[in-house]
């Protein structure tokens, strides 16, 4: 493959091999999700798919770069080993670059694509509910306040950022769902994660 022009199905294969399970996963929820939230809303559904399967790559082990953001180095790894062998116009790099590295919660810079927009809602939406809390706690530590502490931050650090309008009505039933099954977990726990 070194050298030759890479396919989606390309880049899926190389993201179930160094992002194990968890990212092929999380990659077919977002799209689920922004076929759910992009109404009205064009967008190169191409070049959207390409940075949903890439947008993490920074954060697997292969790439990893001790402090250096994920969302960055997944933009460095994309741009410096993957861009040159898709075949996109110069206009759709600069798309996949954006989205790719502003996909991040934490990231407060505006997009200028829709489909930077729409990765980031639903990116954003899928820390949110029942997968929002289970994708948490599945990443440990085996500490139930770590855990408890870490969704909290993320509910109040997305609530409120959402813009468009179908990700906004998800997002309220993920957090009302979020909310009861964290007071079930306090409850269960006597107070004591």
Known sequence: MLGTQLTLDDIIQMTRQAGENW??????????LIKQISVDLPYDCHVLELAIY???????????????EHAVRS????????LPRLDLTAAQ?????????????????????NEALLLREADML????????????ARGPRDLEACYRRVLDRRYGIEGRLTLPCAQKIAQVRFERMEQALQWLLEE?????
Do not use: C
Request: aromatic share 10%; net charge negative; no cysteine.
């Open 189 to 193: 726990s006597f107070g004591h994660l």
């Open 54 to 68: 890439m947008h993490d790559w920074g954060a697997f082990p292969q790439y990893i770069q001790k402090q250096v």
């Open 23 to 32: 990212a092929v996963a999380h990659a077919k929820r977002l799209l689920e």
């Open 93 to 113: 790099k600069t798309i996949l670059l954006e989205a790719i590295e502003l996909h991040d919660y934490r990231d407060t810079r505006p997009t200028t694509s």
């Open 75 to 82: 933009r460095q790894v994309v741009e410096m080993q993957i």
């Open 126 to 137: 899928d820390f949110l509910g029942m997968i929002g809390i289970a994708r948490d706690f």
